[in-house]
């Protein structure tokens, strides 16, 4: 099978589709024929050597296409079933993939459109359950941070997770103030969130529509504005950040990450939230695989509005 790999660290260009042997699901498993497979910032952090030192490294967590073999004890799905979902090992963005959590893909969606969905939605979803939950908060404090009629502030909320999360939290009932540039106000109010401008006086803006501040604050944009947002939310304990993991630890503010428990529940509740119009993903901008390097360009360049999916195959999959 094709597959994308890189043999040594650096820009873009050190990217290449090379061919490798064809994998096989084991216990529990599903492989797929990739049709799709989102394009994340951990691909290019990856590819700059910032994360895993070994080589050479396939790419890629999420996908989806068509199930084409099953492994032993898996009951729930069918050969030839539309699904997405995450990769056993990080090697999505290839024509063959073995899924260890999927999902049926909502009916109105394709594969480009489906392939948007698991990165940003886990990741909104277990930063949001972490702020439910209160991770951090005092005894008897629990539950504070995120339900309905509380208040969320999330910053950088109009890139994929952003807006993930800010769907989902409208969907548990919180009101939403989302911190983008300008130009993506209309765009946050059509998520059902209130927008306001990032930057100098950030907490005086949100303070204006929330005098007593927020109940819980989470970062997507790592921007370095974590003790504002630990004075709108009233402390550390109410804030998580995605994107900021030194200022986490100068702070005391919870970093989420991916390592320590992933929300693999949201893929099989996402579908009904994008059936009755309450969630959408955007895709931004679509490439072939062979493309690759000038996705991770597009992707570094930081503006992107909604997701970077590279198609695989013949992607252009009608919704069923």
Same mark, same amino acid.
Do not use: C
């Given at each position: 099978?094709?597959? &994308?790999?890189?043999?040594?660290?650096?820009?873009?260009?050190?990217?290449?589709?090379? @061919?490798?042997?064809?994998?096989?699901?084991?216990? /529990?498993?599903?492989?797929?024929?990739?049709?799709?497979? !989102?394009?994340?910032?951990?691909?290019?952090?990856?590819?700059?050597?910032?994360?895993?030192?070994?080589?050479?490294?396939?790419?890629?967590?999420?996908?989806?296409?068509?199930?084409?073999?099953?492994?032993? !004890?898996? $009951?729930?799905?069918?050969?030839?079933?539309?699904?997405?979902?995450?990769?056993?090992?990080?090697?999505?963005?290839?024509?063959?993939?073995?899924?260890?959590?999927?999902?049926?893909?909502?009916?109105?969606? @394709?594969? $480009?459109?489906? &392939?948007?969905?698991?990165? &940003?939605?886990?990741?909104?979803?277990? &930063?949001?359950?972490?702020?439910?939950?209160?991770? !951090?908060?005092?005894?008897? @404090?629990?539950?504070?941070?995120? /339900?309905?009629?509380?208040?969320?502030? +999330?910053?950088?909320?109009?890139?994929?997770?952003?807006?993930? #999360? +800010?769907?989902?939290?409208?969907?548990?009932?919180?009101?939403?103030?989302?911190?983008?540039?300008?130009?993506?106000?209309?765009?946050?109010?059509?998520?059902?969130?209130?927008?306001? #401008?990032?930057?100098?006086?950030?907490?005086?803006?949100?303070?204006?529509?929330?005098?007593?501040?927020?109940?819980?604050?989470? @970062?997507?944009?790592?921007?370095?504005?974590?003790?504002?947002?630990?004075?709108?939310?009233?402390?550390?304990?109410?804030?998580? $950040?995605?994107?900021?993991?030194?200022?986490?630890?100068?702070?005391? =503010?919870?970093?989420? *990450?991916?390592? $320590?428990? *992933?929300?693999?529940?949201?893929?099989?509740?996402?579908?009904?939230?994008?059936?009755?119009?309450?969630?959408?993903?955007?895709?931004?901008?679509?490439?072939?695989?062979?493309?690759?390097?000038?996705?991770? *360009? =597009? /992707?570094?360049?930081?503006?992107?509005?909604?997701?970077?999916?590279?198609?695989?195959?013949?992607?252009?999959?009608?919704?069923?």
């Amino acid at each position: 099978m094709k597959a &994308a790999r890189f043999q040594q660290f650096g820009g873009p260009e050190v990217l290449e589709i090379v @061919d490798l042997p064809d994998p096989h699901p084991g216990p /529990g498993r599903i492989r797929i024929m990739v049709r799709a497979a !989102g394009v994340n910032a951990s691909d290019w952090k990856k590819r700059g050597g910032l994360m895993d030192e070994e080589l050479p490294q396939t790419l890629g967590h999420e996908a989806a296409g068509i199930v084409d073999e099953l492994g032993d !004890g898996v $009951t729930d799905v069918a050969v030839g079933d539309r699904v997405f979902g995450f990769s056993a090992e990080p090697a999505a963005q290839a024509e063959l993939v073995v899924l260890a959590h999927y999902a049926p893909i909502p009916p109105s969606l @394709d594969f $480009t459109g489906a &392939a948007a969905l698991p990165a &940003a939605v886990e990741t909104a979803t277990r &930063a949001l359950d972490q702020l439910a939950a209160g991770e !951090g908060s005092p005894p008897g @404090d629990h539950g504070r941070g995120l /339900g309905k009629d509380s208040i969320l502030l +999330v910053n950088g909320a109009s890139g994929s997770v952003g807006s993930a #999360a +800010v769907q989902l939290a409208v969907a548990r009932g919180a009101r939403v103030i989302g911190t983008a540039s300008p130009a993506n106000h209309a765009y946050l109010r059509s998520l059902g969130a209130e927008p306001v #401008a990032y930057g100098e006086g950030l907490a005086e803006r949100v303070r204006a529509l929330a005098p007593d501040g927020v109940d819980a604050a989470l @970062d997507v944009a790592g921007s370095g504005v974590l003790p504002e947002l630990i004075g709108l939310a009233g402390g550390a304990e109410h804030v998580v $950040t995605i994107a900021d993991f030194a200022g986490a630890a100068e702070h005391g =503010v919870t970093f989420s *990450r991916g390592d $320590t428990g *992933r929300a693999v529940h949201a893929l099989a509740g996402i579908g009904e939230l994008v059936e009755s119009g309450r969630f959408a993903l955007p895709v931004a901008q679509t490439f072939p695989l062979a493309e690759i390097a000038e996705a991770h *360009r =597009v /992707g570094e360049s930081g503006h992107v509005r909604g997701k970077l999916v590279l198609v695989i195959g013949s992607a252009s999959g009608e919704p069923e």
